[in-house]
């Protein structure tokens, strides 16, 4: 995905919801911060390696 | 062809007469066969039927019966269609005289405009733009519209990095010429780009002597991005930075914007209570019974309780359980949703209170009006860190002050710098007050206080200690406030000293009058703030204006310096003197002020002037009010000796005969 089309808070905030379901903890927002900004390389970064 | 008045006129055929003939009837044929049809709508017919049916009626050979309604019907393409299907051909016509395919419009499809212009959202923001509930009861509530269509709308600007059709335009334009930001970015490592220092060379780089209306139109060129960077509250992020390094620069931003977005989510997928986050679908249901409990047991023990403490009492869920944290979770997001709780806890003691529950400080002094006494805290003149830095105390835990009278009298504690440095902060951005557990280890006994965080231009204040100050201290004791393991607890400690026996200043209630009363205390004093009558024996004539009317600090000033201050001149031209210590401990009696907001108070009104003589010490040459002579001088027939203070403005006057 084009980073110019991320949205943050918005975008893939459905998978982070999946991953704070996974870890069945209220998590603190420091480590959700640092979970979703892996979220958002995984959709840019990788997307670009693979252009 | 259908005239004005919707009459069908039959179409003119062309080819041979015989050709003209056979279409004709063809044509008419396929009318009766569709004379319930639409105008337009197609009428079909296959060769094979009409061949059949022509043959037998004109008695002639099929074959040739064939060629000639396919040549007949060749000769006028404008009026039959012809496909070919199988083994036989398929004639088709309308009852208007022409058939013409029917094309279906797609391009207004509501799943083609979502995604013009080039794909605005992604899917899972459509919610942003269609509420996916309905409402039981019609309301008027507030729609959370997307940045995309309020950028649309003009309502905001475009932030920067934000593509645009006009911004790709002069991308694209710009493409050969690299602006200065292009170059800026370019040359910047990649780990060390700092945001700061492109703005500042940016605004340098800007030429100075630009027209401000032309520089206004003439726009900023778009910063050229690099595919992997995002822009956060105006914040250019970089995602391939790593993980780490992103939040080591940008922590705090990256997590309050993330909340801000979590609360805003319209689908409210996550859900958040103070730092910590939890999927909507995970929460455990609480209902209105277990909001009943929970507010009952609350009533019952008196007191605002934990969370741990109501979980542990009234669900016996263990700590040890796989789900108890996802419990508590649930337990005080749903309170902070309920307007019958109030969240007094901090981080690491989460607290609530309920409605009914008894009101913790003194009832003598609003809220309302100790914010504005306060505010003085706000406005810059907050010297209580003059002698212990915040950072002293937080690394020490503790706090030492000197009571006031005003501070005993109440058992308020004005929420200084040196507070604020001993508190934790609150843990919601809403909150408004913590309670707190004040142990007095001397005494065994405990209290509740209550801080009270400044809002706006209004101070903050601790409330709540007015049974142990009354009890124990006197005005000018030392007490010490230090911080335990537990968030929520302090230990409130002061020296205690032999018995000393002094006549001090007391506040009589049912008098509503100051008065020196003898009193004995156990405490170490500060001699020069205890408030005896041997040194302070004036205080007995301060006036107690009604508490709303203490916010006035320019009028108590004055009537301070009428009543405590020493009078060196005469009735006519009065001129008072004092020291601006005994000032202090004068002033506190009414209301809360501290030496630096004093100073300001004398050096603002040019009737207040320092003695050069006399380090610290004011002069106070108040103006002549004629009116007032008159009453002055009856005054003096019926004082004899006695000095009472002049006539207040509110037209009251004390005779203090406590004595």
Known sequence: MEAKLITYGETALDKLAQWLRSTGQPQDITSVTEQYLDLLRQLVVEDENND | MISQDGVIAPPTFLGNEEQQQLAKEIFQLMVMQGALFAVDAPIRQTRSNLVQFLAEQKQIDPESLAAAIDAAILANPSVFAREEIEDDVVYITSRSGTYRPQTEDLSHMFKDRLYQPEKPLPIDDISVVVSTTRPALTTVEPVFISDYWQIQAGLVPVPRGVPTEGAEESESISAGQPSPETSLVSETPAFSASVEEAVVAEAAAEPEAVDAQESDLVAEPEVVRSATEIVVDGQVIDLAWPVEQLMASYGPLLERALLAAIDRDPLNQIVSFGRNVYPQASLVNLGKNDLRRIRDYILEVGE???????????????????????????????????????????????????????????????????????????????????????????????????????????????????????????????????????????????????????????????????????????????????????????????????SSEDRLLTLDEKKNKLAFTNVTYYCVVDEDQLINQQRFGKLRNLKLFPMADRRKADLLLEHIFETVGDQLGNRSEPLYWIKLDDLYVAANVLRPFSKSYLRLLLNEDERYYADDSVADAYFYKPEQKPELLEEESYEEEIDDEEDYPSMRRGGRRFRDDDE
């Open chain 2, 304 to 498: 605002p309780l934990l969370d741990t403490t109501i979980i542990a009492d009234l669900y016996y869920h263990n700590p040890r359980q796989a789900d108890y944290e996802g419990f508590r979770f649930s337990l005080n997001y749903r309170l902070s949703r309920e307007k019958d709780f109030d969240f007094v806890g901090v981080e690491g003691a989460r607290l609530w209170s309920t409605k009914g529950l008894p009101i913790i400080g003194t009832k003598r002094v609003k809220a309302s009006e100790m914010g504005q006494l306060t505010s003085y805290l706000e406005e810059g003149f907050d010297d209580s860190l003059e002698s212990q830095s915040a950072e002293a105390i937080k690394e020490s835990g503790s706090v030492s002050r000197l009571l006031t009278f005003f501070e005993w009298e109440y058992g308020v504690l004005p929420f200084d710098e040196s507070l604020k440095a001993l508190f934790p902060p609150l843990m919601l951005p809403d909150q408004r007050s913590a309670i707190f557990r004040i142990d007095v280890p001397q005494h065994y006994t405990s209290y509740l206080a209550e801080v009270r965080v400044p809002t706006g231009s209004r101070g903050g204040w601790l409330q709540g200690l007015e049974d142990f100050f009354r009890e124990h201290l006197v005005p000018g004791a030392l007490i010490t406030l230090s911080r335990t393991e537990e968030p929520n607890v302090f230990v409130l400690q002061y020296e205690e000293a032999e």
